[in-house]
Every structure is written in C-alpha cells, then in structure tokens.
Nanobody
Framework: QARLVESGGGTVQAGGSLRLSCVRS????????MGWYRQAPGKEREGVAY????????YYADSVKGRFTASRTNANYTVYLQMNSLKPDDTAMYYC?????????????????WGHGTQVTVSS
C-alpha cells in the first residue's frame, strides 16, 4: 500500500539546520506533486514547500523562501527538505504529503496521502 514516512526532525538552536526526509513507497510511477506542510500548536497547517517529484521543480511559501530547499532522489522514492537559518517560529510538526497530480503546486485538498509527521523544535 502507498505510504509516506518522514524523518530527520529534532531540536536545534536558532540559526541551525536540519534535513528532513520523506520516504515514499507504493506510489505508481509517474509525475507526482509532493508537499511539505507544518503545523504548530494553536496555528493552522501551513504549506511550506512543494516539489514535482518527476522534474524536481520546487515552490516555496514566502515564510521559508531563501532558507528551505526541497529536493528528491532521481528515482523519486525519497523527497527532502533542507532547512537552514532556522527560527523559533519554525517550530512545528512537519508533514510530507503526496498526490496523484502531475502538476505542481496544487491545493492542499488535492493531497491524498499524508505522513505522520516529524517534530522540529528550534530553541532560542
């Protein structure tokens, strides 16, 4: 069955870096839009980055532009989120999401498979 598993979260000082991974399995071969989302306590879920897993084309929310970079393996089995210059307000549970869409970006409602999340905590 199709599934997504995130990893790489942890605790880091402000200004530090983390690299998140999302391993996907059970997906059909083809162009698929993948998303990285986050949710902090008391806040709405926020899309932060999107990647066309086939082409590698990426898109970013204004809040993370210049600091976060999404990428993927050539085989399209793993996507990554490199997070640099982390700030305390980046603290959140981070999720990867998968779709059957061959275009990117797409609305949140078009994602049909979600991972269970990996916690990122940025301390002051």
């Amino acid at each position: 069955q199709a599934r997504l598993v995130e990893s790489g979260g942890g605790t880091v000082q402000a200004g530090g870096s983390l690299r998140l991974s999302c391993v996907r399995s059970g997906f059909p071969v083809g162009r698929k839009c993948m998303g990285w989302y986050r949710q902090a306590p008391g806040k709405e879920r926020e899309g932060v980055a999107y990647i066309n897993a086939d082409t590698g084309d990426t898109y970013y929310a204004d809040s993370v532009k210049g600091r976060f970079t999404a990428s993927r393996t050539n085989a399209n089995y793993t996507v990554y989120l490199q997070m640099n210059s982390l700030k305390p307000d980046d603290t959140a549970m981070y999720y990867c999401a998968g779709s059957l869409s061959g275009r990117c970006p797409i609305p949140e409602t078009d994602y049909i498979i979600w991972g269970h999340g990996t916690q990122v905590t940025v301390s002051s």
